[in-house]
């Protein structure tokens, strides 16, 4: 299973921010990092997961998605039960 990094910007906040939330979590693994930076561990490929996630929003936004599978991390200020997960699924 890989681990992608999901961070985007929202132009009509209010409007794609539940979206953008409920399509992350149908992952069903995941760890939010902050308000719009999440980690999810899916079998698809980054642009599929990307697709997926971009089928749920509105035009004005940046969406990225990027393979972070076993990579180095360091943080500060997560809460604790986000940093668990990191260590576990990343």
Not at 7 to 18: G, H, I, Q, S
Not at 50 to 60: A, D, F, G, K, V
Request: overall charge neutral.
């Amino acid at each position: 299973m890989k681990s992608y990094l999901v961070t985007f910007v929202l132009y009509k906040e209010e409007e794609d921010y539940n979206q953008i939330v409920e399509k992350i979590k149908s992952y069903n693994k995941w760890a939010r990092i902050h308000h719009h930076a999440w980690v999810i561990n899916t079998d698809k490929a980054a642009t599929e997961v990307r697709t997926e996630i971009r089928e749920s929003i509105s035009n004005r936004c940046l969406l990225f998605v990027i393979d972070v599978t076993g990579a180095g991390w360091g943080s500060y200020g997560i809460p604790d039960t986000v940093a668990e997960w990191l260590k576990k699924n990343l």
